[in-house]
C-alpha cells in the first residue's frame, strides 16, 4: 500500500494514510468526499422520484376519479397533453433538422 500525504485544507497539517485530519477532524479524503456527495445526489434523486409519485398531475388524479365524469375529463386532458407533447417533439425535430442543413 503506498503512502498518501495530505495537507489538511482547514488547519494545514499533513497527514498520512488518514480519512480526517488528526489536528481538527476536518475530512480530507477525496474518495470519502466523492462518496459522500454520491450518495446525497442517490438520495435526492430518490426523494424526487417518491414526491413524483406521491404528487401526480391533474390529469393522473382525474384518471383515478371515482366520478365517471371526472375520469372522462382526465382522459381527455391526458389525451390533449399527449397531442401537444407530440407536436412539440415534432416541431423541435423539423427545427433540428433545418438547422442542421
Known sequence: MSTRIIKCPNCGVFNTNKEYCENCGELISHQKKREIKAEAVKQEQIKEAIHDIENP?????????????????????????????????????????????
Open 57 to 101: 398531475n391533474l390529469a393522473e388524479r382525474l384518471k383515478k376519479s371515482p366520478n365517471a365524469f371526472y375520469r372522462a375529463v382526465g382522459w381527455v386532458l391526458y389525451s390533449v397533453l399527449v397531442v401537444v407533447s407530440a407536436i412539440g417533439a415534432g416541431l423541435a425535430w423539423i427545427i433540428a433538422m433545418v438547422a442542421a442543413g
